[in-house]
């Protein structure tokens, strides 16, 4: 072998290492913006699993959402085709996030409810206010939340669904007073 083809060789060797470390550069960033991501969808979910829960004490059907107290989510699932099915009741069933969110859920259960913590701050001002603004001072006032503001949106939305609170736009801002 002759120095120049060793030579060739090895910057070969040097630029494909360099084009394997910039890819997995890459995809390290692909997947650290996945588990942001993904820890936003847990706490919303969370959340969900926590509204959810409000709703089991219910004893007038009609106050619940769409789905019926009698119709429970597997016999839905069931309905789906059978690979679909079996997909879907092991992941809803059987994950670890799965359970986690549930025990995180039931643990947290003796806190206040982000949507009553909202309404309560909502209800010191006589004016709307910012989703934004709202948030800042319930991280404020409580220190151990630490919601998105994408939840806090997503559960002032939900009173104003349920109509606790009111939705005021002024242009491209969207302000929440109490009912």
Do not use: C, W
Not at 97 to 123: F, I, N
């Amino acid at each position: 072998m002759t120095s120049q083809s060793a030579a060739t060789l090895r910057s070969r060797y040097v630029a494909q290492a360099a084009s394997d470390l910039e890819e997995n550069r890459r995809r390290q960033q692909e997947l650290t913006e996945k588990i942001k991501m993904l820890k936003q969808e847990e706490a919303l979910l969370a959340d969900i699993i926590n509204l959810a829960e409000q709703y089991e004490g219910f004893a007038d059907a009609s106050r619940l959402p769409e789905q019926s107290q009698e119709e429970p989510v597997i016999e839905k699932v069931k309905q789906a085709p059978a690979k679909t099915a079996s997909r879907r009741s092991t992941s809803a069933t059987t994950t670890p996030a799965a359970k986690t969110a549930q025990a995180g859920a039931k643990t947290k259960s003796h806190q206040p409810l982000l949507g009553d913590l909202l309404a309560d701050l909502l209800g010191q001002y006589d004016e709307p206010r910012l989703a934004k603004e709202l948030r800042d001072e319930l991280l404020e006032k409580h220190p151990d939340r630490n919601p998105t503001p994408q939840v806090v949106r997503n559960t002032l939305e939900s009173l104003v669904a349920k109509g606790r609170i009111r939705r005021h736009k002024q242009q491209r801002s969207v302000m929440y007073s109490l009912v």
